[in-house]
Structures are given as C-alpha cells and as structure tokens.
C-alpha cells in the first residue's frame, strides 16, 4: 500500500491493523463479509504486545446474552489491547440476518425477477434462536470487535444501511465529479496529489482507483473514507510542526 506512515502515538494501532489485507481470507455470504475469528484474533496478536477479551454475561442468569421478547437476542463483547478497551453487541440473526427469537416468526421480503421488483412480496420464516446461533453471534461480534481498532474495518461498510441493489450499479459522472471535486479541496489544502488523495482511499477500501470502474456502492465508502484520511494528514502536519 503506498501510503504515508502516520505517526500520532494513539493512532499508530490503528493503522497498524487497519492495513492488513483480510480480502483473500473474507467470505461473503447474504451481503454481509465475514471473516475467520480464528485467524483474526492470531494476526492481531501476533503484532500487538497484549490482548485480552471479554464475553458479557447477564448477571442475573449468567447467560451470556440478554434477550428481549419483542426485539430478540443481542450478545456483547469487550477486548483489550495494549491497553486500549473497545466495546461491540451484535444480535443473534439467522442466515438471512433476520433477528432470532425464542420462537419462530413470519415475515414478508419483496420479490425481485432480473435486479427488479415485481411489486409482490414472499413470505419467509425466520427459525428460533438456539445455542448454535448464539455461539456463531458471539465469535462475529469478536471480530467485528477487533474491527474497531482497525482490522477489516472497510469489510462492514454499509452495513448499518438498507440494503439497496442498486449500490451495484455504476456511479453517475455528476456524483464522481462533486466527489473528486470536494476531494481536490483537501488535497490542496495539504499540498497532496488528487490522484494520491484517490490511490490512498482506493486502495485502503481495496476498490479499483479507477473512476470509471466505481459502483454507487464504491463512491459510498470513498466517501466514508475521506475524513479518516483528513485526520491522519491534520495529525501529520501536526506532528511536523511540533519537531
């Protein structure tokens, strides 16, 4: 990755983590990525000094998960690394990423013929919540635990967004030029290349550099990106003024 080292002393794990190319041992699977919890937690903790985690447990009945009749079941985790402590839930969903329940229930999706809606809808059963599922939810909240310090970060992008097809289809010119238009601002703000601005978000969200090959869905996370990098160009200049 060519790419400036940034040297803010909180901010160095990050990086550190948030560099690692998870693209060749991801799986994606329902639109969702997911990645091994056995090989994320041994590539962290062969690059890090400490690590630790921990599986909340209701206090009450020592399960580990809380339950809610109407909302369903929700696991959280805690890790620590080097001393730094982050925090992640996740609900116990089934293989459609439907939220379980202690008891099965009906739900309706639309029905889609060629990348199109027909209007109609299908009705679908989402199971109930067993022990297996809860194990699966909690090993996924480790990683996406592991994730907010940086370890495949870019993987759940889009994530907390409806799902919407046509984020695969091609980004419009107009969005593309308001986008590097905006991009050229900051990239001349710090004296920086707009095609190094672009190389840098690009390859970080592992999508091509070039714009004609950008879906709807591409621009989106570039977008997301750009104040991450602002903040590591801000600390950079920072730190060169400090010496």
């Known amino acids: 990755m060519s790419k400036e080292v940034f040297e803010r002393e909180d901010n160095k794990l990050f990086n550190l983590l948030y560099q690692i190319d ?3 041992v991801s799986e ?3 639109k969702l990525t997911y990645l091994s919890w056995a090989w994320a ?10 690590i630790d985690y921990t599986i909340y447990r ?5 399960r580990p998960y809380v339950f809610d009749p109407a909302a369903g079941y929700m696991v959280f985790t805690t890790i620590t690394i080097d001393g730094v402590t982050r925090e992640m839930w996740l609900p116990v969903m089934d293989s459609s990423n439907k939220a379980m329940k202690n008891e099965p229930y009906k739900y ?8 199109k809606w027909t209007g109609n809808y299908t009705e679908k ?3 109930a919540a067993t022990m297996f599922y809860i194990n699966k939810a909690i090993m996924r909240c480790l990683v996406k635990n592991l994730a907010m310090f940086g370890l495949g970060l870019y993987i759940f992008t889009g994530e907390d967004m409806p ?7 091609p980004a419009s010119d107009r969005s593309k030029k308001l986008f590097l238009k905006a991009l050229q601002v900051i990239a001349d703000q710090y004296e920086k290349d707009i095609d190094w601005m672009v190389l840098q978000l690009a390859d970080t969200a592992k999508i091509p550099a070039d714009d004609s090959k950008w879906t ?5 996370m570039l977008k997301r990106g750009v104040g991450w990098l602002k903040q590591q160009l801000e600390e950079h200049e920072n730190a060169k003024q400090e010496k």
Not at 163 to 169: C, V
């Open 216 to 220: 709807k869905g591409d621009l989106g």
């Open 22 to 24: 998870v693209k060749d």
């Open 58 to 62: 209701d206090t009450e009945t020592k």
């Open 125 to 127: 059963t989402c199971e």
């Open 28 to 30: 994606k699977r329902n």
């Open 108 to 115: 309706n999706v639309k029905e889609y013929k060629d990348n």
């Open 163 to 169: 799902e919407d097809i046509t984020m695969l289809e």
């Open 41 to 50: 937690w041994a590539e962290v903790s062969k690059r890090v000094s400490e």
